[in-house]
């Protein structure tokens, strides 16, 4: 089935804390790509818990300004971990869409994705990351069939071969898997190479869309941080539009109820995650094997445990 020129055919598809937005908002600014209004539709979020997708009509509105752009974009990164269901779901709708996967160090990414539940106000303030990860082995992957338990979605996230069939099954070689290490480190390359996967000028990304966005910050107060959110998500549309203003709004905030300390991991914590992913680590590099893709130095020094 070939896709409406009012979805997208292009998707970030995941995960979590490993630099979507900076890759949406990159890809975004350039002018052979027609971004979604909002950076997450999560149109084809409810296939992940067993519901039927809001109206097509729905996802259409999201790509209503998308002119003759060969690229139309959008970024859900909690899809990747639909499985199946999702990502047939999603072929379904979007025919032979490029899937773009971002991975990060999975113990990175828990602390990363722990401080950023904090800084959404889901998990309580004064939980420590220990307790976090308590809170997180309390509940078995059937409990997230709930959506009101993905803040505790720390661990799992971050076994990332358990998810990956699913996608390379569905879309075949319309998957293309970066690291968020290279998008970290030189985020200028990672989307020339882009550009060139998408068939587009390398050359026409907007220079100040290149830079760290989604960055979670310690807030000060409690209260301030929740009007900022409601403000952030009821204007996405808006600020979409004017990331220019969006920078300006967001760096006055920073200094004004943001603040650098944050809580240090203790090595114990550190060293168990490292032990648990290091089997679904071993996993992900035979599934990336023979792909042509750069391993970073956390997945091609992994290996299987017993």
């Known amino acids: 089935m070939a896709p409406s020129p009012k979805l997208a055919n292009t998707v970030i598809a995941g995960v979590n804390k490993a630099g979507t937005t900076g890759l949406y908002v990159a890809l975004a600014s350039h002018p052979q790509v027609a971004p979604s209004a909002v950076k997450e539709t999560r149109f084809f979020l409810p296939l992940r818990y067993g519901a039927p997708t809001p109206p097509l009509s729905e996802y259409e509105s999201y790509f209503a300004s998308a002119g003759n752009e060969p690229v139309r974009i959008e970024a859900t990164p909690a899809y990747f971990y639909g499985g199946e269901a999702l990502a047939q779901g999603m072929r379904d709708v979007l025919g032979d869409a490029r899937i773009l996967l971002s991975f990060r160090e999975p113990v990175s990414r828990f602390v990363s994705f722990f401080r950023y539940q904090k800084a959404r106000l889901r998990i309580p303030e004064e939980m420590t990351i220990a307790e976090y990860l308590t809170a997180c082995d309390r509940l078995v992957p059937d409990d997230f069939s709930d959506p009101t338990n993905e803040p505790y979605f720390g661990v799992l996230g971050g076994c990332y071969a358990d998810y990956l ?142």
């Open 165 to 306: 069939p699913a996608w390379t099954e569905t879309f075949g070689t319309g998957v293309r898997v970066v690291f968020f290490d290279d998008v970290a480190a030189d985020l200028e390359r990672v989307m020339r190479d882009l550009a060139r996967w998408l068939k587009i000028d390398p050359e026409g990304y907007r220079v100040d869309a290149l830079e760290s966005e989604n960055r979670t910050v310690v807030y000060r107060n409690r209260a301030f941080q929740r009007l900022a959110l409601f403000v952030n998500d009821s204007a996405e549309r808006f600020l979409r539009r004017h990331h220019g203003l969006k920078q300006r709004l967001r760096a006055a905030y920073y200094r004004l109820n943001g603040q650098t300390k944050r809580e240090e991991v203790p090595d114990e914590i550190r060293d168990e995650l490292q032990a648990r992913y290091r089997e679904p680590n071993a996993r992900l590099e035979q599934l990336l094997r023979g792909s042509e893709i750069s391993m970073p130095a956390w997945l091609g020094e992994s290996k299987p445990v017993g």
